[in-house]
């Protein structure tokens, strides 16, 4: 590019407000600087994708002014009509020939990398989703470990678990979606169980998660969910069944300063059943990865809550498989109606349409979530801003008690010596402990939220705050450790067996030296020499982002003022996703029109994922 182009972008670019080098020079890749439409709609793809979305919707830009901002004296671009939009982006996908870098399909623009992994992903998902016949013998073997599996025979009311797992049995692909409490282990265990039962021979199953934490919860919860389940006909089956859960990177084979995993296409993961948990997490480019290593015969399950945060990293699976409204009444093919009548002959029919290809069974009914704090989170994930402050106990500073109660509390930010009684209430429980054991419970008593990392109400901010309360006299030796302090892995080191998200306290052994103990994926407690600790940090408070797949009993979730980017971060299943970790009290610390705006602020990812399984299915 000559140096008066690169002058003339750059006088152009410094217009833009929230634009980096990197879209420049991804622009600059395939379009002159000096043809404005092109050029700047390639800017937009670009920041796009930097914001999650896996393409640009040109009706979402068509004939609005982007990235101005007046505070910093940027004007911004101002987009053309969509007609000259699509004009422009058919010449950019037409213009480089074959293998084609840029596509244009159906009003939206992609990149070839995106566009492939939608392909992917959507023939992973269709190639799987023809319904399963199932012979008499299959039926006697089902039926003979049916009862055990559910024992109660509901008449009246519709049991959803076992609805999903009748319907389950019969697909390769599906997905197990319900809100927080709805029995979504529950379920995963007694479709494993089943999905055994029906089989000839012994099944190799895999369990997966995206994080160490939420791969240690499933393991957990499988475990005890199948140690529950008894009867003579059971206990053989139980044995077969792996319950010890990976992350989605270990289960690939990720290897560190590489983007190529051990498993891929050609080197595929032997395994006849994957279950992979808290599906909302997992973007596109990892459930491509994992569709490519799996061999056709793999019969894959996602399990999660559609209405949690989507993925850090660009796409939302999850979301793009599930119905706009989750509470859509089930509707299934008349041949899978009548196998889950012969199934669950006790449950009330579900509504039949022959043009049903779904691949969705809902979750509807809250087995341990109840209260306040359940119709709080329903409204919450409605958009029924009005209903949720109407819910809302109010108080203007910590109350006695305020952490043992169940219920719902939005309170103002707190300051000195509200902020001090506030802190120690919440950890009263981890101040009285008196062992590693009590700690590591304690722990999980209390836990602060917050959606931003650092500034004010930040992760940093909050932990520095709720040590000089707690600790005023702590010593800075240690590398900052002291009795006491809870604290969060930050990286992968499998030699001392600790994952990224694991959680641990820091408490002397039998002979005064102060070591870091955690829970073993057995529910064993172990120490581990601080030299020999990877990275962590203080968790008195964390990011809801990490907080995705774990449980306390109480929350106190903390909004940032409405202000530059965080404004924008801070959407309703952001507060969604944090206020569901709570199972027994949440406090919400924020102004009842910041609760109000948030939950009117989507978190929306541009995708053409469902387009894609649309197409796929047309044409199968």
């Not at 709805?182 to 000839?200: C, E, F, H, I």
């Not at 051990?262 to 909302?280: P, R």
């Not at 001090?420 to 054991?437: E, G, T």
Request: aromatic share 6%.
């Amino acid at each position: 590019m000559s140096t008066a182009l690169r002058t003339q972008s750059d006088k152009r670019l410094s217009h833009l407000a929230d634009i980096e080098a990197i879209d420049y020079y991804f622009a600059c890749q395939f379009a002159e600087v000096t043809d404005a439409t092109p050029f700047y709609l390639l800017v937009a793809l670009s920041w796009h994708l930097r914001q999650g979305h896996t393409c640009l919707s040109l009706a979402d830009i068509a004939g609005k002014r982007l990235f101005d901002d007046a505070e910093q004296n940027c004007e911004g671009v101002q987009f053309d009509d969509l007609t000259t939009l699509v004009k422009a982006a058919r010449e950019l996908s037409e213009q480089f020939g074959e293998p084609q870098q840029l596509i244009y399909h159906r009003g939206k623009l992609y990149t070839a990398r995106y566009w492939q992994f939608e392909l992917t992903v959507a023939e992973g998902v269709v190639s799987r989703t023809r319904q399963r016949a199932f012979s008499d013998d299959d039926y006697d073997r089902l039926h003979q470990v049916w009862p055990q599996l559910f024992p109660t025979m509901p008449m009246l009311e519709q049991d959803w678990q076992q609805v999903a797992t009748a319907c389950a049995l019969t697909r390769d692909f599906a997905v197990i979606n319900g809100g927080p409490g709805t029995g979504k282990t529950y379920t995963v265990a007694r479709l494993l169980l089943a999905l055994q039962a029906a089989s000839d021979k012994p099944l190799t199953i895999k369990l997966a998660a995206p994080t160490g934490k939420a791969a240690q919860r499933l393991t957990e919860s499988v475990s005890n969910s199948l140690h529950a389940i008894s009867g003579d006909s059971i206990e053989g089956i139980k044995q077969r069944i792996v319950t010890e859960a990976s992350t989605l990177h270990r289960l690939l084979g990720m290897r560190p300063f590489s983007i190529k995993p051990k498993h891929h296409t050609d080197n595929l993961i032997h395994c006849d059943v994957l279950i992979i948990d808290e599906a909302s997490m997992v973007d596109l480019a990892l459930m491509t990865r994992v569709f490519r290593a799996l061999p056709a015969s793999t019969s894959v399950y996602l399990v999660g809550d559609a209405n949690q945060l989507p993925s850090v990293e660009s796409g939302n699976v999850l979301e793009a498989l599930t119905p706009d409204d989750d509470s859509h009444d089930l509707k299934v093919t008349d041949a899978l109606a009548k196998h889950v009548h012969r199934l669950c002959p006790h449950l009330p029919g579900i509504a039949v349409d022959e043009h049903s290809l779904t691949t969705v069974f809902p979750l509807k009914v809250s087995q341990r979530y109840s209260g306040k704090l359940a119709e709080v989170a329903v409204a919450m994930r409605d958009g029924d801003s009005d209903r949720v402050l109407n819910l809302l106990t109010r108080t203007s500073e910590p109350v006695p008690g305020l952490m043992e109660l169940e219920d719902v509390v939005l309170m103002p930010v707190q300051q000195g010596n509200g902020l001090r009684k506030l802190i120690k209430d919440s950890f009263a429980a981890l101040s009285q402990a008196n062992s590693p054991a009590s700690a590591l419970e304690a722990m999980n008593h209390c836990r602060w939220l917050t959606p931003v990392r650092n500034g004010e109400g930040g992760v940093n901010t909050l932990n520095e705050e709720i040590e000089r309360v707690l600790q005023p006299n702590r010593m800075a030796g240690n590398n900052g450790h002291y009795i006491g302090r809870p604290i969060m892995v930050l990286e992968n080191d499998y030699t001392q067996r600790l994952f990224n998200g694991d959680t641990g306290v820091i408490w002397p052994d039998d002979s005064q030296q102060l070591k870091a103990w955690f829970y073993d994926r057995h529910g064993e407690l172990r120490a581990v020499s601080l030299s020999r600790l990877p990275a962590v940090q203080t968790v008195y408070a964390m990011t809801i982002h990490k907080s995705q797949g774990s449980e306390f009993r109480n929350v106190v979730m903390w909004l940032p003022p409405a202000q530059g980017k965080a404004a924008s971060m801070v959407t309703r299943e952001l507060i969604y996703t944090g206020l569901t970790r709570a199972k027994k009290g949440c406090v919400i610390l924020a102004a009842s029109e910041r609760v109000s705006a948030v939950i009117q602020t989507r978190a929306v990812r541009h995708s053409g994922l469902a387009e894609r399984i649309d197409e796929k299915w047309a044409g199968a």
